[in-house]
């Protein structure tokens, strides 16, 4: 589901570079990266409830809350939005239709990383059916 989301992101955010999971050593410093938390099945419905962490980074605090801020108003209170599919190396994920997605709280500065990165987050959950 993370890399699904990181392709609608890319294709709805074209100006941004997103990563899954992880920046690697040679990542462009004014980035994105989603982080799948993990997920909650919910027996009773169709549903999974999953917890994603959406942080991005860039040298100076502006233009890292700018990075936060189109994220954000790209993906709060969304409903019925499908995640394209998406092949990584080998694997294919398929479309992911979602119920709802909806931020736990809004972006909050969270300091800056090992290379003097300014930093912001905040966490999403998003209900797939």
């Not at 959406?54 to 108003?73: G, H, P, T």
């Not at 990584?88 to 119920?99: A, D, F």
Request: hydrophobic letters at 40%; zero cysteines; glycine letters at 6%.
């Amino acid at each position: 589901m993370i890399y699904n989301l990181r392709s609608y992101l890319t294709i709805n955010l074209p100006d941004i570079i997103f990563y899954a999971n992880g920046w690697r050593p040679d990542s462009e410093h004014d980035s994105v990266m989603v982080l799948q938390n993990g997920g909650d099945p919910l027996p009773w419905f169709d549903r999974t409830n999953w917890t994603v962490q959406i942080m991005s980074r860039a040298e100076n605090i502006v233009n890292a809350k700018k990075l936060i801020d189109a994220v954000y108003n790209k993906l709060k209170n969304r409903y019925g939005l499908e995640l394209p599919a998406i092949t990584v190396g080998s694997t294919v994920y398929p479309l992911v239709k979602t119920y709802q997605i909806s931020p736990l709280q809004a972006p909050g500065y969270i300091g800056a990383d090992k290379a003097n990165l300014e930093m912001w987050s905040f966490n999403l959950r998003i209900t797939t059916t």
